[in-house]
């Protein structure tokens, strides 16, 4: 198949993911409360296995956004994080290849911090947004609290489960390095 094709494919399937993950955590209300939990924020594990995730983060979390009638300026810083968080994962888990095959064999404690970067991305762009866009009653050190905690359960925590189970499924998910 043409690599160009399976990225695109890729990418576009991520995208749906999350806003359909997205959709499902405002349903549920967990999505507008103190502490967030978006299940979409999982997914920000998928650059450890290609790179189409990055971009398939970035426009998922724009519609995603967009979706749940966020105002014009969330949608950019919000999703200005999500991309931060992408690139830093896809390259904090990329930094060495031991192997010649296309994923990478990670350390444990690349694996370990995997999540790293959309949870401090997140943690240090959205308190601002809530405070100076949707003046939210509250202070920065706060809101950075909350959205960290937040970002620990969905990418820290189910973004971990996420990649142990895909980890098992991965050269069928995602065949080549594109």
């Keep these: 198949?043409?690599?160009?094709?399976?990225?695109?494919?890729?990418?576009?399937?991520?995208?749906?993911?999350?806003?359909?993950?997205?959709?499902?955590?405002?349903?549920?209300?967990?999505?507008?409360?103190?502490?967030?939990?978006r299940f979409s924020e999982a997914l920000t594990i998928l650059p450890v296995f290609t790179p189409a995730a990055?971009?398939?983060?970035?426009?998922?979390?724009?519609?995603?956004?967009?979706?749940?009638?966020?105002?014009?300026?969330?949608v950019l810083f919000g999703s200005i994080a999500t991309l931060l968080g992408a690139f830093g994962t896809y390259y904090l888990t990329h930094l060495k290849k031991t192997d010649n095959t296309s994923f990478p064999v990670l350390t444990p404690w690349q694996r370990r911090l995997a999540p790293l970067p959309p949870i401090m991305a997140n943690t240090l762009i959205v308190p601002f947004v809530l405070a100076y866009v949707y003046q939210i009653e509250g202070t920065i050190p706060y809101f950075m609290l909350t959205v960290g905690i937040g970002e620990v359960i969905s990418c820290g925590i189910l973004g971990l489960l996420l990649f142990q189970v895909l980890s098992h499924y991965r050269r069928h998910l995602f065949p080549i390095n594109i």
Excluded: R, W
């Design 54 to 74: 990055i971009p398939g983060l970035f426009v998922g979390c724009i519609l995603a956004n967009l979706l749940t009638g966020c105002v014009p300026l969330d």
């Design 1 to 37: 198949m043409n690599q160009k094709v399976l990225y695109i494919a890729h990418a576009a399937i991520i995208a749906a993911l999350y806003v359909v993950l997205t959709e499902a955590s405002a349903v549920l209300g967990l999505a507008s409360s103190a502490i967030q939990i």
